[in-house]
């Protein structure tokens, strides 16, 4: 099984700040690698997919980057609502999920 | 639009069944292969099983392999798990998500919430 590892697991930050969470695979997982959103209550929203492909609808400040085993998510600027929590998630060998990084509002 | 809706959730004791469902509506259900991810009360996700468009290859998580079974009857637009021999740490909130041409769960329900307890 391949194990995603994010870091940190929680990230507190301001409005209009940068973001930078990780994702790192215990094997590489090519460029098959997605970012998904959860906010409480709600189902996750599919960000990233392909590594950096921006899933239909995804603002442009969302980025994603990385291939083999190290992946990067990239917030330019930080709106309110992006405060949640994000996973990583790998379909080369069938699905995994990271175990979320929390990023919250300083 | 496009719409999942689960079903079929409840508390059940251990080692006991459960089937959930998951009504899909809005897209052209028999095109897309389709998942299950489950998230205990306050975890992460994690994936359960998926299933092709037409339902001739299945896969699950080593958690799961042997007790829970994907399937799908595409003339219902119905998308199924069943759960058996249910254990503690069964306990989630089960989601099927519909998987588009990029390989990856796009569309999500709402979720079901299973609970295993005596």
């Known amino acids: 099984e391949i194990v995603l590892t994010q870091s940190p697991a929680t990230l507190s930050l301001s409005p209009g700040e940068r973001a930078t969470l990780s994702c790192r695979a215990s094997?590489?997982?090519?460029?098959?690698l997605a970012w998904y959103q959860q906010k409480p209550g709600q189902a996750p929203r599919l960000l990233i997919y392909?590594?950096?492909s921006r899933a239909t609808g995804i603002p442009a400040r969302f980025s994603g980057s990385g291939s083999g085993t190290d992946f990067t998510l990239t917030i330019s600027s930080l709106e309110p609502e992006d405060f949640a929590v994000y996973y990583c998630q790998q379909r080369y060998n069938l699905n995994t999920f990271g175990q979320g990084t929390k990023l919250e509002i300083k | 639009q496009v719409q999942l809706v689960e079903s079929g959730g409840g508390v059940v004791q251990p080692g006991r069944s459960l089937r959930l469902s998951c009504a899909a509506s809005g897209f052209i259900f028999s095109s897309n292969a389709m998942h299950w991810v489950r998230q205990a009360p306050g975890k992460g996700l994690e994936w359960v099983a998926a299933i092709s468009y037409d339902g001739s290859s299945k896969y699950s998580a080593d958690s799961v392999k042997g007790r829970f079974t994907i399937s799908r009857d595409n003339s219902k637009n119905t998308l199924y798990l069943q759960m058996n021999s249910l254990k503690v740490d069964d306990t989630a909130v089960y989601y099927c998500?519909?998987?588009?041409?990029?390989?990856?769960?796009?569309?999500w329900g709402h979720g079901t919430l299973v609970t295993v307890s005596s």
């Open positions: 998500a519909r998987e588009l041409t990029h390989g990856y769960p796009h569309y």
């Open positions: 094997q590489s997982v090519s460029n098959y």
């Open positions: 392909d590594a950096s």
